[in-house]
Every structure is written in structure tokens, then in C-alpha cells.
């Protein structure tokens, strides 16, 4: 049975609101065993609500940005999820491309994607829908977690949001729910991110993988040392 987006329309519980310094705006702190992250993010999407989502799990800490309840950023300290490496792992730049790119950041201090837009490994509209996949993937993991704390910044944003999004957090949880069971799946066939892979001598369908595929990428990394999460990497 697929599971449906709760409705969440009542006020956020009374325990979970603490007083901000500015009048008018609130801080909103919990963990996800009191307020599930859809309960949540419905909330603050019901309110309308403007600021900064921290959530910090055991090993990372995911960050959503939300102007009068619509997503319109997203970011991660887990490795997998920096723009660089997520746009790499999707081959839409090349290892090169990331690497001169870093490089260029490391001395001006401007933002990946801005770089990438110069230089024209990228067009806006395509980083823009590449911003929106990388948004929902950061979300759809927060599913998974069984346990983590959070806390709403009210009406605090980042100065600088190069390429901004925008999303319906309605739409985002309906899709996100079902590809969580499809993950969970996954999961429980293949054991945690430690777990190390090798091909087998079973022949792999005409045609697959595509050559300079992500497909391609991942089967030349399975060799029998390498964790998925390492390969993730």
C-alpha cells in the first residue's frame, strides 16, 4: 500500500515554539520522533512561512530554504550532495570541468554554478532544472531518517541564491513518499552504504550500459573494494 501525504493543518504543537528576539517572528525546534518531517514541512508550508530548515542527523546536516512556503533551495554537508559532485555523478560536467571549477572558486570565492554559467559547461535553464532534481533527492533522503533535530530560523535566508527554485511542498512530499518505498526496497537488498559490490559473470543486456552513462560509470567502480558509499563518492 502506498503511503499518502498526511493532512496537516492545525497549528504547530505548543511545545515545539519558542519566542524569537524580533517581534512577529517565531523559532520552531523538535525531532522527527515528536514532528515527522512531512508533518513539518506541511506546517511550514501551510503558514506560508519564510527562513531556514536546519535539520541535523546522526552523520549530516540538510538545510531547506523556504520563501512563503515554497522551496526554493536546498543544501548538504554530505559529499554526495554538494552541487559539484551531484552534477558529476548525473554526467552533466566532467571530472575536469569540476575540478578547473573549484579551482576558479577557490581563488574568487563566487558560487559553483555562477562559474560553471560563465564558462558555459552550463545554460541557466539547465542548472535551474538540474537545482530542482538535486533539491528533491535532498528531501526524499530526510524520509529515511528515523531520528533527527530540527530547527526553523524565521525569516532568515542566505544573502546570495544565484539561481533560485521553487516548489510545492505538497507536490514534493506525494512524489518524494513514493520514491522513499522504492528506496526502501533497495535498502533492504543491499544492506547499508558499507556494503561492498562486485560484478558477477552474468551477462549484462545488449546494449546497456550506454556508453558515458552514470550507469557506465558506477559498473567500472564495482571491483570488489569499493562500498557503496564509497562509489557514492
Not at 560484478?199 to 549484462?204: C, D, W
Not at 543486456?205 to 556508453?211: E, N, S, V
Request: proline share 4%.
Amino acid at each position: 500500500q502506498t503511503a499518502r501525504a498526511p493532512s496537516f493543518a492545525r497549528p504547530a504543537p505548543r511545545h515545539y515554539i519558542q519566542s524569537g528576539q524580533d517581534e512577529g517572528r517565531m523559532s520552531l525546534s523538535g525531532t522527527f520522533q515528536t514532528m515527522p518531517v512531512a508533518d513539518l514541512l506541511q506546517w511550514l508550508a501551510s503558514a506560508r512561512k519564510t527562513g531556514t530548515l536546519a535539520i541535523r542527523g546522526a552523520r549530516y546536516t540538510k538545510r531547506v530554504y523556504l520563501k512563503e512556503g515554497r522551496i526554493i533551495s536546498s543544501a548538504s554537508d554530505d559529499p554526495t550532495e554538494q552541487l559539484g559532485q551531484f552534477l558529476l555523478s548525473h554526467g552533466r560536467i566532467t571530472e575536469e570541468d569540476l575540478r578547473k571549477g573549484l579551482e576558479t572558486q577557490a581563488r574568487t570565492h563566487v558560487l559553483l554554478g555562477k562559474i560553471l554559467l560563465t564558462v558555459g559547461v552550463l545554460k541557466e535553464d539547465e542548472l535551474r532544472r538540474l537545482l530542482v532534481m538535486k533539491a528533491e533527492e535532498t528531501l526524499f533522503s530526510l524520509f529515511l531518517w528515523t531520528d533527527a533535530h530540527f530547527d526553523f530560523a524565521d525569516g532568515e535566508l542566505p544573502k546570495e541564491l544565484f539561481v533560485p527554485i521553487s516548489l510545492e511542498v505538497q507536490d514534493v512530499l506525494m512524489k518524494g513518499l513514493t520514491v522513499v518505498d522504492e528506496l526502501r526496497h533497495i535498502r533492504s537488498r543491499f544492506g547499508s552504504s558499507r556494503t561492498i559490490l562486485r560484478l558477477t559473470a552474468v551477462p549484462l543486456p545488449m546494449g546497456f550500459p550506454a556508453q558515458r552513462s552514470a550507469a557506465s560509470a558506477i559498473l567500472s567502480l564495482l571491483d570488489g573494494k569499493r562500498s557503496i558509499a564509497d562509489i557514492c563518492l
